[in-house]
């Protein structure tokens, strides 16, 4: 069956502050999503509220997920329901290695199915992670380091990538992935997550800041977004009209005042 | 009415059958423990630690041969640490030994790895030495002196010079009477190495038990021990114990402590680097919930140059449980050129825990590189976030979190199986 992400009328707050201002989006498995726009219109904060960040308060509106209401649900729900969040700083985990919390993600799938579930199986689990790995380009040496602790920025990414690759989302929100990668690290991280995108069927939302990472994950769509609003919707033209102009034309155009 | 006699040490020894030079140290370390006033909150050592609610009468000592015979142990308990090296196991109740089997390969090295009680019988020589000379005095407070008359079971260990036993020593001390006076004495002679767990351990219970322990780890030159002390006694029993390790030249001492059982604990610890190039590491994890209240003092002492000690002790608290770290530091005059690191880390589960930290340095030497750093902290959200965002739900997100917290400590403890065990416990305990 496929899913698919439709956001309606959402505004979202950070304590007092209101971020987002009436979002609607609908983001259907198989397709990509760009959402581009400058700092501060409220990307990431759509990002974290769809994630279930304690932090982000959904004012008004409506998210469904795969048909049912994705706003009631614990942040692991969000994930065992399909939906996945790259993150573009994604914290480190002391003591943790990344064997066994990727192992404990499966196990948690397994396990919310059926609670008697034993989980994956060493050497079947020692199978999956090597094949994914090797996908990515990722020394096997770091399963068995604490998850993201002392990682650069591009090995961060590429595990959140092997990540994406292990619980096998429906629909995926990638959070400035290319943010601090070099250009090598951009393209197998890139080549790496679009294949997935096409073996699985995925949807993704890919939110960035430029054109360069949709070189290697050609979107259908692309949306920008200016003071928590989405102010202009088309197709992969408008990344090369934003690269080419900027933001001013559609700052003028929807009479947003640029922040200091 | 007093529990803990003459009569009563005399009474001990004879169900024992010791010779007369230990029923003579018993009846002095008794004097000792006499003339020596209960500890009270005035005392530097027992300022966060009070013993007003403790009535230290009624537990009375434990005589050899009324242990119990149908005691339910857990099974793990007593097992083979691993499946390819046979080493020594050995299992007591209440001091009296159930189960006990050393390897052929240790044996013909000449390994001894016996009970206490056994080491008096048939190693008298060695006992005399080592036995409450070199590691914990009796003259060292209160406790040390009641144990030096009433100890009871317990671990002993001895390897040969330049033996290197490679199989390990695994010794459980299980109570079911509540009147624990286990002494453990390994010494590793010049060159040899060991690996040594001892794990002390009861069923919870309703009536107040006593642990009275020692524990003295004698490293000769050259040499290493690798020990294990795992607590997980019920949290009605009342613990005061007296360790010590000594390590002589180029010698190592890699030390763990892992407390997760009794009501209270007051422990004193002292690392003793004696010769150059002595090495030593004590490693602390403990959780503590309920009203548990844990107190220990730790000592590193540098009494030769170009030593290094590095001890690391981690806890979460959980409930109104308290936790009392006081650790020091001591580099004697001429012991230059030392290494010596302190670290208390305490995990709050509960805002109602409390976690005290007191580090100390008494430096006497000028060419010396001594830090400490204790901190405090909380589960971190965003990690739990990020756990979650996985799929993983947050029960298990704080379990892997608090396991996290603790895993470069349990990285420490040579056996899988027996880490795998204490983070179960731990599980349990976050509950």
């Known amino acids: 069956m496929s899913i698919a992400l439709e956001i309606k009328n959402l505004h979202a707050s950070i304590g007092e502050q209101p971020i987002l201002k009436g979002i609607d989006l609908l983001v259907k498995q198989g397709e990509i999503h760009a959402l581009m726009g400058p700092n501060g219109s409220g990307k990431s904060t759509l990002a974290y509220t769809l994630a279930g960040h304690p932090a982000y308060e959904p004012t008004a509106g409506q998210v469904i997920f795969g048909g049912e209401d994705l706003l009631e649900m614990e942040a692991d729900e969000r994930s065992r329901a399909g939906l996945f969040l790259a993150f573009q700083y994604p914290a480190a985990v002391p003591g943790v290695t990344l064997a066994k919390f990727l192992r404990q993600t499966i196990n948690s799938r397994r396990q919310a199915e059926n609670p008697e579930d034993k989980g994956i199986s060493i050497p079947a689990f020692r199978r999956l992670l090597t094949e994914k790995m090797d996908m990515l380009g990722i020394d096997h040496k770091f399963a068995g380091r604490y998850l993201n602790e002392g990682f650069s920025g591009g090995e961060k990414k590429r595990v959140e990538i092997l990540q994406m690759a292990t619980v096998e989302p429906k629909i995926a929100i990638m959070d400035e992935t290319d943010s601090g990668l070099d250009i090598d690290a951009l393209r197998i991280v890139s080549e790496g997550a679009m294949r997935l995108y096409r073996e699985m069927n995925m949807g993704a939302l890919v939110i960035t800041h430029y054109q360069r990472i949709l070189d290697y994950i050609k979107p259908d769509y692309v949306h920008i977004m200016m003071d928590g609003r989405i102010v202009e919707s088309g197709g992969p033209d408008l990344a090369l009209k934003l690269e080419e102009h900027g933001y001013d034309w559609l700052r003028e155009k929807h009479g947003v005042v640029e922040e200091a | 009415m007093t529990t803990f006699t003459k009569d009563a040490v005399e009474k001990l020894s004879a169900s024992l059958n010791e010779p007369a030079w230990m029923l003579e140290f018993r009846l002095k370390a008794f004097e000792i423990y006499e003339a020596t006033p209960m500890p009270t909150t ?47 196991n050995l299992l007591q109740i209440d001091g009296v030994t159930k189960k006990y089997n050393l390897s052929d390969e240790l044996k013909a090295q000449g390994v001894i790895f016996c009970d ?269 976030f990020y756990l979650m965002s996985r799929g993983i739900p947050r029960k298990t997100a704080v379990e892997m979190s608090v396991q996290g917290f603790f895993d470069p400590l349990m990285r420490r403890i040579p056996y899988e199986g027996i880490q795998e065990r204490i983070f179960g416990r731990i599980v349990e305990k976050i509950g």
Not at chain 2, 51 to 60: A, I, K, P, S, T
Not at chain 2, 233 to 243: A, D, P
Not at chain 2, 343 to 370: F, Q, W, Y
Request: net charge negative; charged share 25%.
């Open chain 2, 42 to 88: 005035k005392d530097e050592a027992w300022r966060r630690t009070n013993l007003r609610q403790l009535n230290f009468d009624e537990f009375g000592p434990s005589i050899n041969g009324d242990a119990a015979t149908d005691a339910v142990i857990p099974s793990y308990l007593g097992e083979q640490l691993t499946t390819d090296k046979a080493g020594g």
């Open chain 2, 116 to 384: 206490m009680h056994e080491a008096v019988a048939q190693h008298p020589d060695l006992i005399k030495q080592y036995f409450m000379t070199k590691g914990v005095q009796v003259t060292e407070g209160k406790f040390a002196a009641l144990h030096g008359a009433f100890w009871c079971g317990g671990t002993f260990l001895y390897v040969p010079k330049n033996v290197k036993a490679d199989a390990p020593m695994h010794s459980v001390l299980w109570s079911e009477n509540g009147r624990t006076f286990t002494h453990t004495l390994a010494v590793v002679e010049t060159g040899a190495e060991a690996i040594l767990m001892d794990e002390y351990a009861s069923a919870e219970g309703e009536v107040p038990g006593l642990h009275n322990g020692v524990i003295e780890l004698l490293v000769g030159d050259n040499a290493s021990l690798v020990y294990a002390g795992l607590q997980d006694f019920g949290q009605n029993v009342w613990q005061f114990n007296h360790e010590r390790g000594r390590v002589g030249r180029d010698g190592k001492l890699d030390w763990v402590t892992s407390i997760m059982g009794t009501r209270l604990t007051k422990a004193f610890q002292t690392l003793e680097l004696d010769q150059q190039g002595a090495w030593g590491r004590m490693s602390g994890i403990f959780f503590t919930n309920g009203r548990q209240h844990l107190d220990m003092d730790t000592e590193q002492i540098h009494n030769a140059g170009d030593t290094v000690s590095d001890l690391l002790y981690k806890g979460a608290l959980k409930e109104k449980s308290r936790v009392v770290w006081q650790g020091m530091i001591k580099a004697l005059p001429g012991s230059q050129r030392i290494d010596g690191f302190q670290a208390n880390r305490n995990l709050m589960l509960d805002k109602t825990a409390r976690a005290d930290s007191i580090p100390g340095l008494e430096i006497e030497a000028d060419d010396v590189r001594c830090t400490h750093a204790s901190a405090v902290g909380k589960l971190d959200e965003e990690e739990l």
